[in-house]
T-cell receptor, first 113, second 114 residues
Framework: TQLLEQSPQFLSIQEGENLTVYCNSS?????LQWYRQEPGEGPVLLVT?????EVKKLKRLTFQFGDARKDSSLHITAAQPGDTGLYLC?????????????FGTGTRLTVIP | DTAVSQTPKYLVTQMGNDKSIKCEQN?????MYWYKQDSKKFLKIMFS???????INETVPNRFSPKSPDKAHLNLHINSLELGDSAVYFC?????????????FGSGTQLSVL
């Protein structure tokens, strides 16, 4: 099992603040994905990063894949209440690709209006 | 027009019973999965099927038996339910067996074993 540790585990911030969530592992992944999960629903894919050092922007969200493809970060600018949810990183095995994803421990974000 | 649908949404049952969860996807995907999310929200793969063929079985007790009658369906049957089986079970699908995939999840089945 390839473990992905996320930090922080819980994060509660005021609307308009910036935040960063980290996803770290000692394993190398072929790609890394970020999902957001809302209560009572399944995770929804936000982004996939493939190349070491890659940076992707999705409106106010910026995702970075570490140079060694072992870690990733998610930065949210000017957080809004709609950003509230459980954020999960997921690494794809080098051997079996994205069809065997190892999920992180999760970061529960609450944005207070 | 739900992409990945699973039923039931909630399942409450007694220890020792046998139960099934159904999953269907209308996306035309080749690969389907079952994931288990525990009370700490940790999500772990249980099974993966590609075109009805079992690809991944992650050390799941043999009380859990997936069945894929066709590539649009992947059902999960659980025998002799135990308290530790209580969790949320997610079905998911992805277009094909690939290095960079995109998983589409169902909305989950919350199983409570009493």
């Amino acid at each position: 099992t390839q473990l992905l540790e996320q930090s922080p585990q819980f994060l509660s911030i005021q609307e308009g603040e910036n935040l960063t969530v980290y996803c770290n592992s000692s394993s190398v992944f072929s790609s890394l994905q970020w999902y957001r999960q809302e209560p009572g629903e399944g995770p929804v894919l936000l982004v996939t990063v493939v190349t070491g050092g890659e940076v992707k922007k999705l409106k106010r969200l910026t995702f970075q894949f570490g140079d060694a493809r072992k870690d990733s970060s998610l930065h949210i600018t000017a957080a809004q209440p709609g950003d509230t949810g459980l954020y999960l990183c997921a690494g794809a095995s080098l051997q079996t690709g994205a069809n065997n994803l190892f999920f992180g421990t999760g970061t529960r974000l609450t944005v207070i209006p | 027009d739900t992409a990945v649908s699973q039923t039931p949404k909630y399942l409450v049952t007694q220890m020792g019973n046998d139960k099934s969860i159904k999953c269907e996807q209308n996306l035309g995907h080749d690969t389907m999965y079952w994931y288990k999310q525990d009370s700490k929200k940790f999500l772990k793969i249980m099974f993966s099927y590609n075109n009805k063929e079992l690809i991944i079985n992650e050390t799941v007790p043999n009380r859990f038996s997936p069945k894929s009658p066709d590539k649009a369906h992947l059902n999960l049957h659980i025998n002799s339910l135990e308290l530790g089986d209580s969790a949320v079970y997610f079905c998911a699908s992805s277009p094909r067996w690939t290095r960079v995939g995109k998983l589409f999840f169902g909305s989950g089945t919350q199983l409570s074993v009493l």
